[in-house]
């Protein structure tokens, strides 16, 4: 069926078993973004070391393809500095705008080549990009706060 | 004559289209907008094909035949609610007529009936579109009058428990939904209104979700003024009628100004036409305006109480066959009186969105989200939903579909 090519295993998975859901106490920044097509909300924590991003957390509502995008997100950019959180986010933005061109690298991108059916559902994209979308804006945030 | 839904189907050709890999179309999304009958696609399309010019303005042919179109289908859109032809007023939506009473009172001078101050109040309900919401709230903001709302009972009815201390001498305006776009509920219009009066206040009826759905006759309703759209009733985009009590009309400040709405003009001041043409400045939307007068001809033909009864045969089909599914909660009465042919539910843990996908891949074209009613999916605790809404061109055996698709979708993820 086609729309295996949106739902993989792997989308269910974090879906099912989301990663990182559970905001962190402290944080250099918070941002609350909302979906205003559909409702979907999310709400993100980053934390900086230096230009390191040494935390991510989340919560939010929302549907399968958000809820798993931010928990491939989260651990994804964990760890890795802004720079390379950078060069994932524009690799991801490209995936999604590629209509099905394209299968996303797999080296930079792990987990969320998963999510390359979605560009072929033009409805869905703004589902995916919810999360990264929320880091983006806190990670600017942060950087700014700790400079 | 009886109602067939096999004859009409056939009159919509959209409905004879496959989807998603050959998959019968099953369209369950006509409370967003409605299909259309080959007769408006041909009217419309004639219109531009054969008369099109610029309506109320030159000498040519064209020019009439144009605005004989134009001024028929505003003849067929009184005719159809029951209303004087000098009362329908041609918009480009029912959100443009919302806004066009809304900001047109806000233009009120004082000593005009319309005059809003802080001393004032404007009462909706937490059920509206925000297409009946936006414009009070922001009416109120610039006035500095208050808004106040009806509550919404669990049940998905309005709590009208206070009406009479809540609708007071304060309030000038009673702005509601004749029909739920979330929920199906009917609101008990005479109650309202009767209270409303009463007080001395106006009442503003959203009525997109009834008017293509049920027989309407706005004397009958003895409301103010009452708004549809065009394209929810088999008619065309583009189009949406504002209905108001001729004198009211005569006393309402115009909202957009411009060509065609004025008396006369002079460099520095200018005077209005009479309704309806002081509310519709520029050209028209003529072709549409003419669509829509096909589309209330075509729904006439067929029976407002044809469609209703069809209707609600459907609601107590699918409400039953939807109850019987596991982990399904209907979100809206699930009564049959007093309620319209919406069916708006949650399943499970199951993300609207993600049903609303499977759905799709299985043909069934369903509502997800919270339908422009985002305060009344937050009261009711749910942050979207997937809503089913039915028409004259729905059967049992699309409903079938959909229950067979969300019990598929229960196993996909499951």
Known sequence: MQLDNLYQEVILDHYKNPQHKKLSPTYDAQVHHINPSCGDEITLNVTLSGETVANVSWDGVGCSISQASVSILSDLVLGKTLAQAQEISDSFMALMQSKGTQTGDENLLEDAVALAGVSQYPARIKCALLGWMAFKDASVQALAKNQ | ?414
């Open chain 2, 1 to 414: 004559m009886s109602f067939n839904a096999g004859a009409v189907i056939a009159d919509f050709p959209i409905l004879s289209r496959t989807v998603r890999d050959g998959k019968r179309l099953v369209y369950l999304d006509s409370g967003a907008t409605s299909q259309k009958p080959t007769e408006v696609i041909d009217a419309e399309s004639n219109f531009y094909r054969m008369h099109n010019a610029a309506v109320h303005r030159g000498a040519h042919q064209l020019a009439e035949e144009a605005t004989d179109a134009y001024e028929g289908a505003r003849s067929i859109v009184a005719q159809f609610l029951g209303a004087s032809v000098n009362e329908i007023i041609f918009t480009k939506s029912a959100t443009e007529s919302l806004n066009l009473v809304a900001y047109a009172m806000g233009n009120a001078p004082a000593g005009n009936r319309f005059h809003l101050t802080s001393g004032d109040e404007i009462v909706i309900t937490e059920m509206e579109h925000h297409a009946n919401l936006i414009p009070w709230q922001q009416l109120a903001a610039r006035t500095g009058a208050t808004l106040k709302w009806f509550e919404v009972t669990p049940e998905g009815r309005l709590d009208l428990s206070n009406i009479d201390s809540f609708i007071t001498s304060k309030t000038k305006v009673v702005a509601l939904t004749h029909q739920s776009n979330v929920l199906g509920t009917i609101n008990p219009l005479p109650e309202i209104v009767k209270r409303a009066h009463a007080a001395g206040a106006v009442v503003v009826l959203d009525a997109c979700q009834s008017v293509p759905h049920m027989p309407i006759n706005v004397r009958e309703l003895e409301v103010d003024f009452l708004t549809f759209s065009g394209h929810k009733a088999v008619g065309p985009t583009g189009v949406g009628i504002l209905w108001g009590r001729e004198d009211f009309l005569n006393e309402l400040p115009p909202f957009l100004t411009g060509g065609s709405m004025i008396e006369n003009v002079t460099m520095t001041s200018a005077t209005w036409a009479k309704a309806p043409k002081k509310f519709e400045a520029g050209v028209p939307n003529m072709a549409q305006a003419v669509g829509l007068g096909a589309a209330l001809t075509y729904l006439q033909r067929i029976g407002m109480d044809q469609i209703f009864s069809h209707e609600k045969e459907l609601t107590k089909y699918g409400m039953s066959a939807l109850l019987d599914i596991p982990d399904l909660s209907i979100v809206g009465p699930t009564d049959l009186e007093m309620r319209g042919g919406t069916l708006s539910f949650t399943v499970g843990d199951i993300h609207p969105h993600d049903l609303g996908q499977y759905l799709d891949s299985q043909g069934v074209a369903v509502r997800t989200g919270h339908h422009c009613a985002w305060p009344l999916t937050r009261k009711l605790g749910v942050p979207a939903t997937t809503r089913a809404s039915f028409y004259l061109y729905n059967t049992t055996a699309d409903i079938d579909v959909l229950v067979d698709g969300i019990r598929s979708a229960q196993k996909y993820f499951g």
